[in-house]
């Protein structure tokens, strides 16, 4: 009888909780114009706005297979176009 193990090792969280998390960017000299442009090309780099945008609304399953297979279709059709025999 494995099924109901008595002496499980407990589990612990693995967050860092003395860190804090997320993107940061420390200002130096009181100049937030550098700050910003930084905090903002780490945005870009992360892809954390692409990411807002994808959930931005509750898409169906039935709408997400669709979408892919469109997308094999017209990669077949492509990879058929390119080989020639």
Request: zero cysteines; aromatic letters at 10%; glycine letters at 4%.
């Amino acid at each position: 009888m494995g099924y109901f193990k008595k002496n499980k090792k407990p589990r612990h969280n693995k967050r860092n909780t003395g860190q804090i998390r997320g993107l940061q960017v420390e200002v130096y000299n009181n100049n937030i114009e550098f700050a910003l442009k930084k905090f903002k090309k780490m945005i870009k780099e992360s892809k954390l706005m692409l990411d807002l945008k994808k959930n931005e609304r509750f898409t169906p399953n039935s709408e997400k297979t669709n979408r892919t297979s469109k997308k094999s279709r017209r990669l077949y059709r492509n990879n058929l176009k390119n080989t020639s025999f």
